[in-house]
């Protein structure tokens, strides 16, 4: 494939962003993204609130996509930005990148923002990892994200029984050691639908704010981010079972903790799996009142605009990211 800087299909990439953020005390949404449809909400609802994002996928998603189409959707999504709303800055960010070949690739394709998670290795190896990247990474103006701390939950090529969170005494070493720009750490969220085991009535346990707080203070304005921050939407499992799907005992992380991360140092958010539960919910709902559609533009523009609804609730209620592109 022909190589790309980012900034051939009007990219940015992380810095700016999570410098306004953590000013402005917000966090910068980044909304993964798997078909068209889900690219156009996304940015249709960004554009709409005038907010900054990240289009993000994993290396599953790009191998679903196609990797010469996703460059090219990139480019579109930055024009469609400034269709049918704001020109917001948009950055391509790779998810959960699972070594340097594929953070190199991505790179060299007009990604304006990667990740490596090495955070299953042990320190030494996440260190050693994480700063290859980020030296290539770095020589061609792209922003790194890395991990410390393990997420549990399964999401698309990311599985892990259980969670391990961050230790904020390795912390500075680590962004010491390998230059990178942001940082997730684990503090009680996780991946996919099913984060949590409650019984009926139970409300999910609380993030460690007491872990966020301690980072904080040890590296005062380097940009955080949250992984698995999904709320999982109550309306919208409820409207997947009543039509036909099964989704028992579902939950995410609430509003509430989320709106107290993003007025922190936490300035990136995950969003997969809500993206994922309002297009399905909606589908659902159509094919068992019309059950001889068969137009794919009658269920799926329906649930891009489910999801571009969602994503404007998000960025003005939850993250406080709307309103900040002028």
């Not at 068209?36 to 609130?49: F, K, R, T």
């Not at 959960?96 to 790179?107: M, R």
């Not at 409650?198 to 707080?213: H, S, T, V, W």
Request: hydrophobic share 40%; net charge negative.
């Amino acid at each position: 494939m022909k190589k790309c800087h980012f900034s051939e299909l009007g990219l940015v990439n992380t810095k700016a962003m999570f410098q306004q953020a953590m000013q402005e005390q917000f966090a910068v949404p980044a909304y993964n993204f798997n078909n068209m449809e889900q690219l156009q909400a996304i940015v249709i609802g960004c554009s709409q609130s005038a907010s900054p994002v990240i289009i993000q996928v994993s290396g599953s998603a790009r191998s679903y996509i196609g990797t010469a189409f996703l460059p090219h959707m990139a480019a579109a999504a930055v024009e469609l930005a400034k269709e049918t709303g704001t020109a917001v800055p948009i950055a391509l960010h790779l998810d959960h990148g699972s070594n340097f070949e594929l953070a190199k690739d991505c790179i060299d394709s007009g990604f304006s923002s990667v990740m490596i998670d090495a955070s299953h290795h042990s320190f030494a190896d996440n260190v050693a990892l994480t700063k290859k990247v980020v030296e290539y990474a770095h020589a061609h103006e792209v922003t790194v994200e890395a991990e410390l701390g393990v997420l549990a939950g399964i999401e698309d090529e990311v599985s892990a029984e259980k969670s391990s969170y961050t230790r904020p005494e390795e912390v500075e070493r680590f962004l010491r050691e390998t230059g990178v720009d942001s940082l997730a750490i684990s503090i009680g969220t996780s991946h996919g639908a099913f984060k949590f085991k409650l019984q009926p009535g139970q409300e999910p346990p609380p993030l460690r704010f007491d872990i966020l707080d301690e980072i904080e203070q040890l590296v005062p304005g380097f940009p955080i981010v949250l992984h698995g921050a999904s709320s999982v939407t109550l309306a919208h499992v409820e409207m997947i079972n009543r039509y036909g799907g099964r989704m028992d005992n579902t939950a995410g992380i609430p509003e509430e903790q989320l709106r107290r991360a993003a007025a922190s140092a936490v300035c990136k958010v995950n969003i997969d799996s809500d993206g994922r539960l309002a297009m399905t919910a909606i589908i659902r709902k159509i094919f068992t009142e019309k059950p001889g559609e068969f137009d794919p533009r009658k269920y799926l523009g329906a649930a891009r605009d489910e999801l571009i609804a969602m994503v404007i609730h998000k960025n003005t209620t939850v993250l406080g990211s709307a309103g900040r592109v002028k």
